[in-house]
């Protein structure tokens, strides 16, 4: 029995993803059965876990967990039943009726952005929103469930067009089904046979051969007297393919058994099959994949490793095993001697766990190194989609900051195509150079056109351009690498005329040069003292008039907004302008205060001296309208 059917509509942005499922995403419409088994092992899994600690669940049938496929040719449906977790009514409204997830805006414009039908798949695996892919495929899907636990259940149907309906219903086992009213076969519109027991044991065997609880399918077979009879067969090997030996798994195995865990159509850029035997024992089986998932950076991004014991599944991304900045490495880790009790909590301050996770990053770290190494095609590439995440660990991994800092990739004025590793930079340094040179930045244009790189371009020393967000952190985070100190040529003094090629200024040059400016300095410093903290000559320049830097321990003004965009309100930071002391700007602005100190015109002047350091850095000016209106007013006196 049943209570009255309630009609409800889709969410706005669930009827835009069932759209583009049903009719743009998915190339290969084979993918909603590997969709739909992978939720049911999900199921059987939880109810596994929760049992263990759930009293309210003794009374289930655990002891057979199984996912069944069933085949209705007359009624041309096809059935996915488990005898998981199940799902309560208002599991099915927030699970299938609405997608009121974080992101989901941001899903849908990747999705519409994409012109490749693969990187669309992948998108949209990624959110686990794979039920949806049964809409191909069915022009109507009926999913019935009972949570385990409760007494009644639920039924749900939708023809996919804009609304679904609820029912409870009564008498229902634990778990969920799935009927999906299948539609005709078109090989035109890549619609197969669904209802054969052929195409099922292909796909079956091609997607979910590795999952761990049997896929059983009554089939007819003809015995020796010709008369048919029915058997129960189970469509997988749910072998553990990382309790394998690596010698008796191929390449093909691998990739189909990532391409399950990660929902990756492409093939992972590494495979990383380790056992450690001893005191405590496990088998890992890493994989880095070739191309970062579109939420990589999003705070709901999820770590990929999953936990199992004794080939029993434990949790999902286990955040104990692998740190933060490693969070796109997908994989298992099948742990022997730890409980199936055991918590995350629990496995925060585990000593084994801490060691299994040192183990396993020492792998991650040492494999993309022997890519650096031996192909450095695959490591540029691995780096491309990874190297913001793994710069993030010189930050937040200080055990690991020497093979970290091996590992680092950067543009520099080097080369304007390739980039280059901290050693490699070390190697071409000039004779007498004890220190890496960097200017962080937003892009490699403002870097390269930054006053700051004057002097060095002059006189042919590399520096390093780093544009992304966590170069501004890092850099203050590690002080040296190989014993060269890293120095920002924006930050500190710079003096390039001490260097051993041998061609900078004489002493006898500096005093009277200093001598020269003695007047003007101290005078533009008192009239900038709400801007700028001193005023002093540069040796940076050689066609720019004036830059603005910082001194060595001061936060810069990129990091600054970072802080204050994350709502961190740092004190304003004064900063040093430095002068060409050759720029005929600043030569006429000396003789000019010499002959007659108390000009107005001059305070102006130096206003937009600074204003235009400021301008040329990227920076922002304080009174945009004001340093419009000197400008002007200068222009229209030279006319």
Same mark, same amino acid.
């Given at each position: 029995?049943?209570?009255?059917?309630?009609?409800?509509?889709?969410?706005?942005?669930?009827?835009?993803?069932?759209?583009?499922?049903?009719?743009?995403?998915?190339?290969?419409?084979?993918?909603?059965?590997?969709?739909?088994?992978?939720?049911?092992?999900?199921?059987?899994?939880?109810?596994?876990?929760?049992?263990?600690?759930?009293?309210?669940?003794?009374?289930?049938?655990?002891?057979?967990?199984?996912?069944?496929?069933?085949?209705?040719?007359?009624?041309?449906?096809?059935?996915?039943?488990?005898?998981?977790?199940?799902?309560?009514?208002?599991?099915?409204?927030?699970?299938?009726?609405?997608?009121?997830?974080?992101?989901?805006?941001?899903?849908?414009?990747?999705?519409?952005?994409?012109?490749?039908?693969?990187t669309a798949e992948n998108l949209i695996g990624q959110f686990g929103v794979?039920?949806?892919?049964?809409?191909?495929?069915?022009?109507?899907?009926?999913?019935?469930?009972?949570?385990?636990?409760?007494?009644?259940?639920?039924?749900?149907?939708?023809?996919?067009?804009?609304?679904?309906?609820?029912q409870t219903v009564d008498g229902l086992p634990t778990g969920t089904s799935?009927?999906?009213?299948?539609?005709?076969?078109?090989?035109?519109?890549?619609?197969?046979?669904?209802?054969?027991?052929?195409?099922?044991?292909?796909? =079956?065997?091609?997607?979910?051969?590795?999952?761990?609880?049997?896929?059983?399918?009554?089939?007819?077979?003809?015995?020796?007297?010709?008369?048919?009879? #029915?058997? =129960?067969?189970?469509?997988?090997?749910?072998?553990?393919?990382?309790?394998?030996?690596?010698? #008796?798994?191929?390449?093909?195995?691998?990739?189909?058994?990532?391409?399950?865990?990660?929902?990756?159509?492409?093939?992972?850029?590494?495979?990383?099959?380790? !056992?450690?035997?001893?005191?405590?024992?496990?088998?890992?089986?890493?994989?880095?994949?070739?191309?970062?998932?579109?939420?990589?950076?999003?705070?709901?991004?999820?770590?990929?490793?999953?936990?199992?014991?004794?080939?029993?599944?434990?949790?999902?991304?286990?955040?104990?095993?692998?740190?933060?900045?490693?969070?796109?490495?997908?994989?298992?880790?099948?742990?022997?001697?730890?409980?199936?009790?055991?918590? !995350?909590?629990?496995?925060?301050?585990?000593?084994?766990?801490?060691?299994?996770?040192? !183990?396993?990053?020492?792998?991650?770290?040492?494999?993309?190194?022997?890519?650096?190494?031996?192909?450095?095609?695959?490591?540029?590439?691995?780096?491309?989609?990874?190297?913001?995440?793994?710069?993030?660990?010189?930050?937040?991994?200080?055990?690991?900051?020497?093979?970290?800092?091996?590992?680092?990739?950067?543009?520099?004025?080097?080369?304007?195509?390739?980039?280059?590793?901290?050693?490699?930079?070390?190697?071409?340094?000039?004779?007498?150079?004890?220190?890496?040179?960097?200017?962080?930045?937003?892009?490699?244009?403002? =870097?390269?056109?930054?006053?700051?790189?004057?002097?060095?371009?002059?006189?042919?020393?590399?520096?390093?351009?780093?544009?992304?967000?966590?170069?501004?952190?890092?850099?203050?985070?590690?002080?040296?690498?190989?014993?060269?100190?890293?120095?920002?040529?924006?930050?500190?003094?710079?003096?390039?005329?001490?260097?051993?090629?041998?061609?900078? #200024?004489?002493?006898?040059?500096?005093?009277?040069?200093?001598?020269?400016?003695?007047?003007?300095?101290?005078?533009?410093?008192?009239?900038?003292?709400?801007?700028?903290k001193d005023v002093r000559l540069s040796s940076r320049l050689t066609t720019?008039?004036?830059?603005?830097?910082?001194?060595?321990?001061?936060?810069?003004?990129?990091?600054?907004?970072?802080?204050?965009?994350?709502?961190?309100?740092?004190?304003?930071?004064? !900063?040093?302008? #430095?002068?060409?002391?050759?720029?005929?700007?600043?030569?006429?602005?000396?003789?000019?205060?010499?002959?007659?100190?108390?000009?107005?015109?001059?305070?102006?002047?130096?206003?937009?001296?600074?204003?235009?350091?400021?301008?040329?850095?990227?920076?922002?000016?304080?009174?945009?309208?004001?340093?419009?209106?000197?400008?002007?007013?200068?222009?229209?006196?030279?006319?």
């Open positions: 029995m049943g209570s009255s059917v309630e009609t409800l509509e889709f969410q706005a942005e669930t009827r835009q993803l069932l759209r583009l499922v049903i009719h743009s995403i998915y190339s290969n419409k084979d993918i909603f059965l590997r969709e739909l088994i992978s939720n049911a092992s999900d199921a059987l899994d939880k109810l596994r876990l929760e049992s263990l600690t759930d009293a309210g669940l003794t009374g289930t049938d655990a002891t057979d967990l199984h996912i069944s496929l069933e085949v209705d040719t007359d009624a041309r449906t096809l059935t996915v039943r488990d005898n998981g977790i199940g799902m309560t009514r208002d599991d099915l409204v927030d699970l299938i009726g609405t997608i009121a997830k974080s992101g989901t805006a941001g899903l849908l414009e990747k999705i519409k952005e994409s012109q490749d039908a693969a794979g039920f949806y892919s049964a809409f191909m495929v069915a022009d109507k899907v009926t999913l019935r469930t009972r949570r385990a636990g409760t007494d009644t259940g639920t039924q749900w149907e939708s023809d996919g067009e804009g609304t679904y309906e609820l799935v009927t999906l009213h299948l539609k005709p076969a078109d090989s035109e519109d890549g619609l197969a046979d669904y209802l054969s027991e052929s195409k099922i044991r292909q796909i =079956v065997k091609r997607y979910s051969d590795f999952i761990r609880w049997p896929i059983r399918m009554t089939t007819e077979r003809a015995d020796a007297e010709g008369e048919s009879t #029915e058997a =129960v067969d189970t469509l997988n090997s749910m072998k553990a393919l990382w309790a394998r030996p690596r010698s #008796e798994v191929t390449e093909e195995e691998y990739n189909e058994f990532y391409q399950q865990i990660s929902h990756d159509w492409l093939a992972p850029a590494e495979t990383i099959h380790m !056992r450690a035997e001893g005191t405590f024992e496990y088998e890992a089986l890493l994989f880095i994949p070739s191309q970062a998932p579109f939420d990589l950076f999003s705070r709901e991004t999820k770590r990929g490793v999953q936990l199992y014991v004794k080939r029993v599944f434990i949790m999902d991304d286990c955040e104990a095993l692998m740190p933060n900045y490693l969070r796109f490495v997908k994989g298992v880790v099948d742990a022997h001697d730890l409980s199936l009790n055991v918590s !995350r909590e629990i496995l925060q301050h585990d000593r084994q766990i801490r060691g299994v996770r040192r !183990r396993l990053v020492k792998k991650v770290l040492g494999a993309i190194k022997d890519m650096q190494s031996k192909d450095a095609e695959r490591y540029t590439k691995v780096w491309e989609q990874f190297g913001r995440a793994l710069k993030e660990g010189l930050v937040e991994d200080t055990d690991n900051t020497e093979a970290l800092l091996e590992l680092v990739s950067a543009a520099s004025t080097h080369d304007p195509e390739r980039t280059t590793t901290l050693r490699a930079y070390v190697e071409r340094m000039k004779d007498g150079q004890d220190t890496i040179y960097y200017l962080t930045g937003e892009t490699r244009a403002m =870097v390269e056109n930054s006053p700051h790189m004057e002097a060095f371009a002059a006189k042919g020393y590399e520096v390093l351009i780093l544009t992304d967000p966590v170069d501004e952190v890092w850099v203050d985070q590690v002080p040296a690498f190989d014993g060269h100190r890293l120095q920002s040529i924006a930050k500190g003094q710079v003096d390039l005329d001490e260097s051993a090629d041998g061609d900078g #200024e004489t002493e006898a040059e500096k005093a009277q040069r200093e001598q020269d400016f003695a007047a003007l300095l101290p005078w533009l410093t008192t009239t900038l003292s709400e801007q700028v720019s008039a004036a830059c603005i830097v910082g001194d060595a321990h001061d936060v810069t003004p990129t990091l600054e907004k970072m802080y204050r965009a994350m709502g961190q309100q740092l004190p304003t930071v004064k !900063r040093i302008l #430095e002068l060409n002391p050759t720029h005929p700007l600043i030569t006429a602005l000396r003789t000019a205060h010499a002959a007659s100190a108390d000009d107005p015109a001059l305070p102006e002047i130096a206003e937009l001296i600074y204003g235009s350091a400021l301008l040329a850095e990227g920076g922002e000016l304080p009174d945009p309208a004001r340093f419009t209106r000197l400008l002007t007013d200068r222009l229209t006196g030279t006319l």
